[in-house]
């Protein structure tokens, strides 16, 4: 079987899940599992209701009907009026409905992962009504009974023996009836909870299921023609990688490459299923191929860019020696506010560290750290890793900037510039 996942690009209009169809036609026999995120912005409107709900902000309802507008002119599109999905749509909005008519009462990132989760259960209700209509025979999944996690709200760690059991209890079935049509991102808690997974965790839905299944690949179709050397959208001369190693891939997104979530590729090389990054707009196009023995190979560096970026320095308050005591305490207090560390370095007297900014989480971590220590930092910055790179990269991606933080290994250059 294979598992098929189609990012927010790829269903941000009626053109985008006509040509969702067009794609699935081409895998008829196929047993086949699509994951499916949010559609365009979505998830980042959601996220400006959390915020405006959270806040009480005028604008709150103006966003909402905003984002309920924007799905509901694409179903017009697509349906005749009086097609059932329209009101399994209104249904499925209810559930903000009934959060934000009180004032908010409990913690953020869980009021987050209950609101911006609305995003993947409308955009798979419409996507499998219309995969129906067209012929294309499949079954909506909640995918909240099937991905079960621990209580991590926004970070949702899953829990895997459980999340097994599940998947190969009830999907081979279904599977056997005919298509499969879920969410990605998306996780539930054993109090029926709904957690999410990070950000663009929908790649990482796809392995979880691909894993579990034993599928042959896993096809995730982007707005790109594969894995680049660097974003398109920062750099015009990028190159396409054909194929590349598990390891490798997972040290790109370990550094932050976007095409692909960090948590990706294991649970793929565990189980030694491959892994195709291909354009939606050209399904016969070759992409790139990430598998065990995949070839690496550099005609150019590898240019990862991190923006809206934390560079934080913390010293002890008796100008004492950094040591490892210190550290320990620091990472407990990192790990505690769910900041991971994208780059770090160690003097005499402080501790460095880069990471993505979060406001209530830095908010938190902040006023944890300056409990026991003198903390500067900087907001608002851009951290560049160059993999396999070479010097002149190094300058040119640094020209007219100040760099705050450098760092140098055999094969990887990160700075934090501003």
Not at 62 to 91: C, R, S, T
Not at 290 to 311: A, S, Y
């Amino acid at each position: 079987m294979l598992v098929f996942k189609f990012g927010g690009a790829s269903v941000k209009d009626a053109g985008g899940i006509i040509n969702l169809a067009s794609v699935v036609k081409k895998y008829t026999g196929e047993q086949l599992l699509i994951v499916v995120s949010a559609m365009g912005k979505t998830t980042n409107a959601l996220e400006g209701l959390t915020r405006a709900y959270v806040d009480q902000s005028d604008n709150m309802h103006l966003i909402y009907e905003g984002i309920k507008q924007y799905h509901f002119d694409i179903l017009h599109e697509l349906f005749e009026p009086k097609h059932p999905v329209f009101d399994e749509i209104a249904n499925t909005f209810v559930e903000i409905d009934w959060m934000i008519e009180d004032e908010p009462q409990d913690e953020y990132d869980f009021i987050y992962d209950q609101i911006v989760s609305i995003g993947e259960l409308v955009s798979t209700r419409i996507i499998s009504a219309y995969l129906n209509k067209e012929g294309l025979k499949n079954q909506w999944l909640d995918v909240r009974g099937y991905i079960h996690t621990d209580n991590t709200y926004r970070e949702g760690i899953v829990q895997w023996d459980k999340t097994r059991e599940s998947i190969t209890r009830d999907i081979p079935a279904l599977l056997d009836k005919g298509i499969v049509v879920t969410q990605g991102f998306l996780g539930g808690t054993s109090e029926n909870f709904t957690t999410t997974l990070g950000r663009e965790g929908s790649d990482y839905t796809a392995s979880i299921f691909a894993a579990c299944l034993n599928a042959k690949s896993v096809t995730t179709w982007k707005d790109v023609p594969g894995i680049l050397n660097a974003d398109p959208k920062f750099f015009k001369d990028t190159v396409k990688f054909d194929e590349l190693s598990y390891s490798e891939a997972i040290e790109m997104t370990y550094y932050g490459a976007s095409v692909i979530h960090p948590k990706t590729i294991k649970p793929l090389q565990n189980a030694h299923i491959p892994l195709l990054v291909k354009p939606f707009t050209d399904p016969t196009a070759s992409g790139t191929i990430i598998k065990e023995d995949g070839v690496n190979t550099f005609i150019k560096p590898v240019i990862i860019m991190k923006q809206n970026q934390v560079l934080l320095s913390v010293s002890s308050k008796d100008y004492s020696f950094i040591t490892e005591d210190h550290l320990s305490d620091v990472f407990g207090l990192f790990a505690q506010n769910q900041v991971k560390v994208n780059v770090m370095q160690t003097s005499a007297l402080s501790f460095s560290v880069c990471f993505d900014f979060y406001e209530e989480r830095f908010e938190k971590l902040l006023n944890s750290l300056q409990e026991d220590f003198k903390v500067k930092y900087n907001t608002g910055l851009t951290l560049i890793t160059i993999r396999h790179h070479a010097e002149n990269a190094l300058k040119e991606l640094t020209e007219g900037k100040t760099v705050l933080l450098e760092q140098v290994s055999r094969n990887t250059a990160q700075v934090v510039v501003k």
